[in-house]
């Protein structure tokens, strides 16, 4: 049973440039949460897709958007990159329930450095 | 205002040195309480889930328990492949939808 997938596993960029980041969820999950980790700190939440929704957003600008698609996987694309996007972007993933416990389960995670 | 400390923010004990790591929350109407060990570079491994205040959780050598304001993650000898950082999560209640709040974390180190 493959878990969380993400890909590429590391990025390089240059400050302006857009980025697409790629995430498959566990099989039998159909959401999916993104979240960056900077060096030192723990995850904080981006955005959250179920139905191909954006369901929920933490407090990032426009510049981060998503996708997902109908077979559950999700892009996280970033726009105009600043140096302070540098960092661990975590795709994490769950099976909706309106009530009771999500628990996600996480992806490898992608490092992006922005020169 | 934040959700979730963690404490200490490093801890380094000899091989076979029991520990307890602490996880301090404010969130009205707990869903459930996380714990997470992270490796350097990679994503945080899923290890429990705690529901309610009197819960308690075992793993081989780790064993997390939960209060209404905060939960332990206790480590009896640890042994080096412990080391790692271990991070701490809350889900709110319903009305705030599936947001997870992390800390940031405990770096432990185990020594031989």
């Known amino acids: 049973d493959a878990g969380v997938t993400q890909s590429p596993t590391h990025l390089i960029k240059t400050r302006g440039q857009q980025v697409t980041l790629r995430c498959s969820p566990k099989?039998?999950?159909?959401?999916v949460s993104w979240y960056q980790q900077a060096l030192g700190q723990g995850p904080q939440f981006i955005f959250q897709?179920?139905?191909?929704?954006?369901?929920q957003r933490g407090n990032f600008p426009d510049r981060f958007s998503g996708h997902q698609f109908p077979n559950y996987s999700s892009e996280l694309n970033v726009n105009a990159l600043l140096l302070g996007d540098s960092a661990l972007y975590l795709c994490?993933?769950?099976?909706?329930?309106?009530?009771?416990?999500?628990?996600?389960?996480f992806g490898p995670g992608t490092r992006l450095t922005v020169l | 205002e934040d959700q979730v400390t963690q404490s200490p923010e490093a801890l380094r004990l000899q091989e076979g040195e029991s520990s307890s790591l602490n996880c301090s929350y404010t969130?009205?109407?707990?869903?459930?309480l996380f714990w997470y060990r992270q490796d350097p570079g990679k994503g945080p491994e899923f290890l429990f889930t705690?529901?309610?205040a009197g819960e308690e959780k075992e793993k081989e050598r780790l064993k997390a328990t939960l209060t209404k304001k905060e939960s332990f993650l206790h480590i009896t000898a640890p042994k080096p492949e412990d080391s790692a950082t271990y991070l701490c999560?809350?889900?709110?209640?319903?009305?705030?939808?599936?947001?997870?709040?992390f800390g940031t974390g405990t770096s432990l180190t185990v020594i031989p």
């Open positions: 994490a993933s769950s099976f909706h329930r309106l009530a009771g416990v999500n628990e996600q389960f």
């Open positions: 099989s039998g999950h159909d959401t």
């Open positions: 897709y179920y139905e191909e929704e954006e369901r």
């Open positions: 969130v009205s109407g707990l869903r459930g």
């Open positions: 705690l529901y309610s």
């Open positions: 999560a809350v889900q709110e209640g319903a009305n705030t939808g599936n947001q997870f709040y």
